[in-house]
């Protein structure tokens, strides 16, 4: 019941222990040293630049759009991968991990590939109804949605997985469509599951580079998300960069924060 | 309106195939041991699981009629108590009940109060805001009920209602769910392992082996007749196969067995554990049936203990006897004892096979 | 400080790498026969030199049979960055005379070939540019380099000249990515070199236009004090400016100094 008898029988082994922290430090030091870089004398008036604003504002516009339709597709398509009926089912699960693997500016490619002006898909968009997603904020989303959707399936599937079946299969004899059942029993019981997912599509969203700006290319206020804006000021003042850097990692973090917070505490 | 089900149903080298049928208002337990098919007949009745043949149906309503008819889980008009009773978590315990009256488009108002008036029928009245996980095991079983009975279905199925809880209250909650399936209207079948409760709550049982039922009635028919060496355990009975000639039975594993009444043919043969007496000496009266015997097994009950014996090749070659604690006092028995058995003749009982 | 270490780490794994994968000689190679040159020779070339060096390097292997040359190809300004942290190479060989500033411990730099902007357009021109003008027509997809990069700032110095405000669709972060764009046909047109439409020809087809001539880009080439072949690193600065190796670079759509 005391701290101490507590902390004695949550006390880890040494074994554990050690490379715990050694993680710990090798996720956390880089960033350290990002801070310890950051000219901080000038970063003030660096930080309440227009185009800081810009880049940031279309960052989470575009992360948050993107992991709402990774919600809205992704979690289906987990849902199908668990528990559908389908011949080479291991196969497919390999490929929907394809863009984790893929190089990212590849996915890009391939995305122009399909949804270009001339892609296989993009060709009719144009044609038929005028649309065009390379070098637009939807495009970007595109690219964001693509690269990060992985992420959340994955890890939806795991919990659908690792949720009890039989659960739905009460609701059932309780007169529940399949639906119905998804909606309240299935959904419900793997919301930590899916918010885990979201918050990992979300970051890597929003990190995203490669695939958007092969794309989407960069133009400032439309497809110039942080990211991109970090790459460039790399080219020529490394300062602004790691400025950058720092606003992006900070507004995530505090985002993240909160929200796995707020959500994974609303669930207990 | 009587529910028919032909239940034939494959699944890899397991084949059930049985008949049942529940007349409105009867209580029929599906008996057997574990791995005889009891859950599977179940499940095909809910639709959890498709017939490869035969018929389901109420009355003229059919369910599932392969290969051309089969109506998925939500559309047949069944309330379902699972053995560990499958309560949703993440729902209240009114909720929980409301579930079935909501998914069926009953107004969201109306179905609470319909749910609430069903724990309140189950005497959970002040538990409908509680998460189910915060429930005792007889409290979440009432509220399992609750859940399966508030749709008022046609066809209500219990999956070992009862093997979930702890032996203290048990008692409780089966004399409870005695009375409310008294009251129910509808068909029920119970599935269970436990004669007890079977005896207790249902008004017919089916024993089934192996995908098969081997025995058919009330539950005071097979006390007294067992027909396999399962049922004859099921109801403590010692139960043995043979041929009679006059009041000789020559038993089918070996052994012989003199009744008081002659018989003629084949037979069953059955006398209670307790009909068997032990000596450690031959004994110098006559009854009709003295064998030696090997103590085997020692089994302590309640008040009693039973002990299994191998009394060929004179007797049969597993013969349970109960013996009082007195008695055991003066035995002494340890596996491998020789013992000397005897039964009077007119403890035993025989019936054609 | 942290950034330079990290770099110099990353560059220091690139560079293990390439070395690892190619060494099959012994660095120092005691061997009479080859008695000029021996060893790894490393550089770190501009990424628009991949194709001509790569070529280059190879009939320098071919004439000094005791040498081995290994290449980083990458962005000018990210490999002038390695340098100064400490990467091991012994040449550099620049898209940008401002890049070949920023290192500090080398030889005189020489000026061995230079580009010159195109218009590129998909094959068969579908968007029907003509020049230079089209750049501001808005119903065009356009694609330029960033001002951050050297393809983007020689167009910005181009388009200052002839007073014309491009609209582009993009700025792309790289000549090789303006480049991609025009040849998937996602742009009708983007403003690169003149050897990448030459690299790409199977795919895109160059506009001359006049007014290139005002952003001339130099690529200069110097050895690297700090580099461990010295010698090998002389060999192949000259090898580049011999006769032999301006013909390579010619063909690839330089120009001679």
Redesign the interface.
């Known amino acids: 019941m005391s701290r101490r008898s507590r902390s004695t029988t949550g006390r880890l082994p040494l074994v554990l222990l050690l490379p715990a922290l050694l993680g710990l430090a090798f996720l956390l030091v880089p960033l350290i040293g990002l801070l310890a870089k950051a000219p901080w004398s000038t970063l003030p008036s660096r930080l309440f630049s227009a185009e800081v604003w810009t880049a940031l504002r279309l960052s989470l516009v575009c992360a948050t759009v993107a992991t709402l339709i990774c919600l809205l597709l992704g979690i289906p398509l987990a849902w199908l991968l668990a528990r559908g009926n389908l011949p080479g089912r291991g196969l497919l699960r390999a490929l929907v991990t394809v863009p984790l693997v893929l190089p990212p500016v590849v996915g890009g490619v391939a995305l122009l590939l399909v949804l270009g002006r001339r892609g296989l898909i993009g060709q009719h968009l144009d044609a038929w109804f005028g649309i065009s997603l390379p070098f637009t904020t939807a495009g970007v989303i595109v690219a964001e949605a693509f690269v990060a959707m992985p992420f959340l399936v994955i890890s939806v599937e795991g919990a659908l997985r690792a949720a009890?079946p039989?659960?739905e299969?009460?609701?059932?004899?309780?007169?529940?469509?399949?639906w119905?059942t998804f909606r309240?029993?299935t959904l419900?019981?793997i919301?930590p599951g899916v918010v885990a997912g979201a918050v990992l599509c979300w970051a890597r969203a929003l990190g995203e580079f490669g695939a958007t700006i092969t794309f989407a290319g960069n133009f400032p206020g439309r497809t110039t998300t942080m990211p991109l804006a970090v790459y460039l000021a790399l080219e020529t003042d490394p300062d602004v960069a790691v400025v950058l850097s720092i606003v992006l990692l900070l507004v995530s973090v505090v985002v993240l924060a909160s929200l796995r917070e707020r959500w994974l505490s609303g669930l207990r | 309106m009587t529910l028919y089900a032909d239940l034939q149903v494959t699944r890899g080298t397991f084949e059930l195939d049985i008949d049942l049928t529940i007349a409105p208002g009867e209580v029929v337990a599906l008996l057997g041991p574990n791995g005889a098919g009891k859950t599977t007949a179940l499940r095909a009745i809910?639709?959890?699981l498709p017939l490869n043949a035969g018929r389901i149906s109420l009355d003229d309503d059919r369910w599932d009629e392969p290969p051309k008819t089969f109506r998925?889980?939500?559309?047949?008009p069944?309330?379902?108590v699972?053995q560990d009773y499958?309560l949703?978590?993440?729902l209240s315990c009114l909720e929980n009940v409301a579930?079935?009256l909501r998914?069926?488009g009953i107004d969201k108002h109306l179905a609470r109060t319909e749910a609430a008036r069903w724990l309140e029928t189950v005497g959970l009245a002040e538990y409908g805001r509680r998460r189910p996980r915060s429930l005792s095991g007889g409290q979440a079983q009432r509220v399992a009920l609750a859940?399966?009975l508030a749709?008022s279905p046609d066809v209500l199925?219990l999956d070992e209602p009862l093997a979930a809880l702890d032996a203290s209250t048990t008692l409780h909650v089966r004399a409870e769910l005695g009375q409310h399936l008294q009251r129910f209207t509808g068909r029920t079948l119970l599935v269970t392992h436990d004669p007890l409760d079977a005896m207790v709550l249902a008004d017919r049982l089916v024993i089934i082996e192996a995908g098969r039922i081997v025995q058919d009635g009330a539950p005071a028919e097979i006390a007294r007749r067992p027909r396999t060496e399962y049922v004859a355990q099921l109801v403590g009975l010692n139960l043995y196969r043979g041929t009679a000639t006059g009041t000789r039975v020559a038993l089918s594993d070996g052994g012989t067995i003199t009744l008081a009444e002659p018989a003629d043919g084949p037979v069953h043969v059955a006398f209670p554990p307790i009909a068997v007496s032990l000596y450690p000496e031959p004994p110098s009266g006559s009854p009709r049936n003295t064998w030696p015997a090997t103590v085997t097994g020692i089994e302590q009950h309640a008040h009693t203990v039973r002990l299994t014996l191998d009394a060929a090749p004179s007797g049969p070659s597993t013969l349970l006897a109960d013996i009082t604690p007195a008695a055991l006092a003066d035995l002494h028995p340890t596996p491998g004892q020789l013992l000397h058995a005897t039964l009077k003749a007119t403890e035993v009982t025989s019936y054609p096979t | 400080m942290f950034r330079r270490t990290a770099l110099a780490t990353l560059a220091a794994v690139a560079t293990l790498t390439l070395v690892s994968c190619g060494n099959d000689q012994p660095a120092a190679s005691n061997n009479p026969s080859t008695p000029t040159l021996s060893g790894t020779v490393t550089v770190f070339a501009a990424a628009s030199l991949t194709g001509s060096f790569t070529q280059l390097g190879k009939d320098f292997e071919a004439a000094n049979p005791g040498a081995k040359v290994v290449f980083n190809f990458a962005g000018s300004s990210a490999l002038a960055q390695q340098i100064n942290q400490g990467a091991p190479a012994d040449v550099f060989a620049s898209a940008a005379p401002k890049n070949m500033d920023q290192v500090t411990d080398k030889g005189t730099p020489t000026t061995f070939a230079q580009n010159t902007l195109e218009i590129a357009v998909p094959k068969g021109n579908p968007g029907n540019i003509t020049g230079l003008k089209d750049f501001t027509d808005q119903n065009k997809k356009i694609a330029l380099c960033a001002a951050q990069v050297p393809c983007g700032a020689a167009a910005e110095k181009v388009f200052k000249a002839v007073s014309l405000t491009p609209q582009p669709d993009s700025l792309e972060q790289d000549v090789k990515a303006a480049l991609t764009k025009v040849s998937l046909g996602e742009v009708d047109a983007a403003l690169v070199y003149k050897t990448d439409v030459l690299a790409a020809k199977d795919k895109v087809d160059g506009i001359e236009f006049p007014e290139a001539d005002m952003a001339i880009n130099e690529y200069p080439i110097a050895t690297l004090t700090k580099g461990a072949n010295a010698a090998g690193a002389k060999a192949f600065v000259d090898y580049v400016l011999s006769d032999k190796g301006k013909a390579v670079l010619t063909a690839a759509g330089f120009a001679a100094p």
Do not use: Q
């Open positions: 009890d039989r659960f299969e009460a609701a059932a004899t309780l007169g529940a469509s399949r119905l309240r029993v419900p019981s919301a | 809910a639709g959890l998925t889980p939500d559309r047949r069944i309330g379902v699972f499958l949703f978590d993440h579930f079935g998914a069926r859940r399966a749709t199925l």
